[in-house]
């Protein structure tokens, strides 16, 4: 008899964003801290002050406490303005998992925005027991988080 592993699929979700490529891409990665839902989806939740994403290959990506204490969200693997970029996932769950963010330009004042969360497949049983029901939850989490960095990236037209 042979054993089929248990397929664990990436999430992939995407939206369109009214902006150039450079200003969605800017957004994403200058502001986080000011559209990401701190309070929920953070380790620190109401501590978290700021939220930074060093802006090179093997920078971190990292929430401050109002003490100055930082704790890590993932690692960039990639690098790549303002068309991708990769992180691994460290935050809240065993094992690690990655995220990647493209940004492609539509026209010039539209941005489609792909997101892949990948990585499920290479946990181990146990970790994947821990997660419970977390594994489900990313994909309603990220919805909230794409709709909410689309109303802070998308700009207005008189």
Do not use: C
Request: net charge negative.
């Amino acid at each position: 008899m042979t054993v089929i592993p248990m397929q664990r699929p990436p999430i992939r979700q995407s939206t369109t964003v009214r902006g150039s490529v450079e200003h969605t891409f800017d957004v994403f990665v200058d502001r986080l801290d000011q559209w990401w839902p701190l309070r929920t989806h953070s380790q620190g939740e109401e501590r978290v002050v700021s939220v930074t994403i060093e802006r090179r290959a093997g920078g971190r990506v990292y929430e401050t406490w109002d003490d100055g204490q930082t704790y890590d969200w993932g690692t960039l693997l990639a690098w790549d303005p303002p068309s991708r970029f990769v992180l691994t996932w460290d935050i809240i769950q065993p094992g690690v998992t990655e995220v990647e963010l493209t940004f492609r330009a539509l026209a010039p004042s539209l941005t489609r925005v792909d997101l892949e969360h990948r990585g499920w497949d290479k946990l181990t049983d146990a970790e994947v027991e821990q997660l419970g029901k977390k594994r489900e939850n990313y994909d309603i989490g990220w919805t909230k988080i794409l709709r909410l960095f689309n109303e802070a990236a998308s700009t207005r037209r008189a």
